[in-house]
């Protein structure tokens, strides 16, 4: 399998998850042109695209959903909730799949799991997608690590996991403290520390490849994110686990998993 992150974070989201014949769009914020450039730039054939899958509304994951869709004429599989959410914003698409958490469904040489995670929006989902062989695990934009989404990293080969602030940046920075407050909640992002928690249960597992996702751009940086990363890993055991730092504005390239 392979995994092209295009952009993650506040500006914009979107990955390209590929095997076989089979590439899969997981969320659409980015432009149509953005898109198309990060894709030849990851080396994606656009050619292979079979669908969209869309975690939730929030216009970092949205924005280019609509024009996306049309211009390489793509269904978006998304839960019913946040299908009624994007409606009026996606405008008229060749194609919409409800999908529900729990319940597997293929596409092309790909079966994907959709999963429930914790997030202030209308019914937001997490990605596992496999091959049969190798299972990528995409688990971003969440508060915190519930059971399902415990369940399906702990099986991945890769995992996309949310690295967003380093708790101190946000408390001593510029934000209001609702919003602040909204981060640090339930239903916001992960911070660091919580994030680098959750790698330990994952000592024992498949994953070899780790890529940290969503960092913000005002109270986060990537030496402090990777720092949490690395230095649970290598404690654990796990110095073989391969790290990535997704960009805000640009593509990390393609890892092959």
Not at 202 to 214: K, N
Not at 226 to 253: F, K
Request: proline share 4%; with cysteine.
């Amino acid at each position: 399998m392979r995994i092209a992150v295009l952009a993650s974070g506040s500006s914009g989201n979107a990955i390209a998850v590929s095997s076989g014949g089979t590439s899969l769009l997981v969320d659409a914020g980015l432009s149509r042109r953005r898109t198309s450039e990060a894709l030849a730039t990851s080396g994606i054939d656009a050619g292979t695209l079979a669908g969209i899958l869309v975690t939730h509304e929030h216009s970092d994951h949205v924005s280019g959903l609509g024009p996306v869709a049309r211009h390489f004429e793509l269904p978006i599989y998304t839960t019913a909730g946040t299908h009624a959410a994007v409606d009026g914003r996606a405008g008229r698409c060749p194609e919409r799949v409800v999908v529900e958490p729990g319940n597997e469904f293929e596409i092309g040489d790909l079966a994907i799991s959709p999963f429930a995670v914790s997030h202030d929006c209308a019914e937001p989902v997490g990605f596992s997608v496999t091959d049969g062989t190798t299972r990528v695990a995409i688990a971003t934009d969440l508060g915190v690590v519930g059971k399902s989404v415990r369940r399906h990293i702990a099986m991945a080969d890769c995992v996309v996991l949310e690295f967003n602030h380093d708790e101190q940046m946000l408390i001593d920075g510029t934000y209001p403290w609702p919003l602040k407050r909204r981060i640090m909640s339930n239903v916001g992002h992960l911070s660091n520390g919580t994030a680098a928690q959750e790698l330990e249960r994952l000592a024992d597992g498949p994953m070899s490849v780790l890529i940290l996702a969503h960092l913000s751009k005002e109270n986060n940086t990537p030496g402090l994110a990777m720092e949490s990363a690395r230095g649970v890993l290598d404690t654990v055991g796990r110095a073989d686990v391969e790290i990535y730092l997704a960009p805000q504005h640009d593509c990390l390239g393609t890892v092959e998993i």
